[in-house]
């Protein structure tokens, strides 16, 4: 090896190493801006118990409850309560030394009522405090720490920012697959968690994979540090890619959305049409809550919602075909109450499709499920008289 390419070689192994050290997740303050599309996620609701979890609780309280929850790792046992005047309980108080005495704990007053929730710093047994808004009600108490675990994680060389969430209470565990990952993969400073909007991509529990371009990732958890290591998947797959020609219109655009059932579990994706064909992992898949978005010559929007009733088989070489619009001959139901026709929704097609609704989004209005607007239906008679017209309303 020459002098040259050896020092770029070690020039690459410090870069390496470097950025390797600063995707370590580290508990800082929440970032509002970050967590403005997530803020409920942080929420993490214990119910309370009906065991009694205290052989000698305060005198002369009223609507005395026991809860237990793990903080960082330490499960730490408390009650609430109220006076006999109180509406519920509006006092906190936890064991938080685990000597199942009470009197020697701080007492948490005012809890009540509070929509946002009061501060609470509960000093751990490790010498460190758990802090978090505390919401509580007559059924459960809702812990919103002000810190999360932060830092950033390299998807094909691009530093996305992202968040861990111990959603179980329980610190973070290599197999844990019940706590939350949230990565700005489109990197525009949030996370976009919105299920109505197209970009639902950028939450998943912990050690899921997850879609970037059209590609699978798979999302391994370093517990120790903790650090969370995005890399490309690399096991049995398949791809899947869209047959269009079927549609009546030529789309110059579309984007597709829904959820991929295999055999981890569902993997939620956003995929625009470059991104096809897009890797699946497995054998066999099945696709669900499909929304194809397709835009004209014009910019006019269409919206296409289906479903996959039968699973696809995948293989590795080449992409499996999902063809849109061949339908099956149809029957429909038709019923009649007032001046409101009722005609059965549900259009079946090759492939096991269910199509559910297929609309235009008005010009100037924004991409939504919602509110749309259902296509014009005339009922003839067999000699071509008109019965009823009108424009079908969903739900
Ligand atoms: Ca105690
Ligand atoms: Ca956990
Ligand atoms: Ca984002």
Known sequence: MKWRDC????????LLLSVHGYG???LAPIDPDLMSGAPHLVNRTVAFTPQKLFETVPQGVANLRYGQAVFKGHT??????????SAGPDTLIFDTNGDGDLTDEKRWTGMAGTPTGKPIALPLPDGSTYEANVILSAWYVIFRPTSLYQGTVDIDGQACKAVLIDLTMDGFTPDSRRDLLLIDINRNGRFDIDISSATNVEYQFLGGEIYLKGKLYT??????????IVQRY????????LDLSRLKMRPKDFTLDGYLTGVSGSTSFHAKKDYFPMAVKGRRTKLGSGILTLTDEEGLQYILQFQMGQSLELTPDKPTIIALGKLNPW???????????????SLTGEQGIVYQRAYAIPKGQQTSAYGAQG???RILTQGGKELAKGAMEYG
């Open 7 to 14: 020092r770029l070689w070690i020039v690459g192994a410090l």
């Open 24 to 26: 370590a997740f580290k």
């Open 76 to 85: 730490i046992k408390f009650i609430a309560f109220g006076t006999p005047n």
């Open 219 to 228: 999302t391994t958890l370093d517990a120790q540090k903790p650090d969370v």
């Open 234 to 241: 690399t096991g049995e797959q398949g791809s899947i890619d």
């Open 331 to 345: 029957q429909i139901n038709v019923y009649q109450s007032g001046r409101t026709i009722r005609v059965s929704q």
């Open 375 to 377: 296509p014009a239906v």
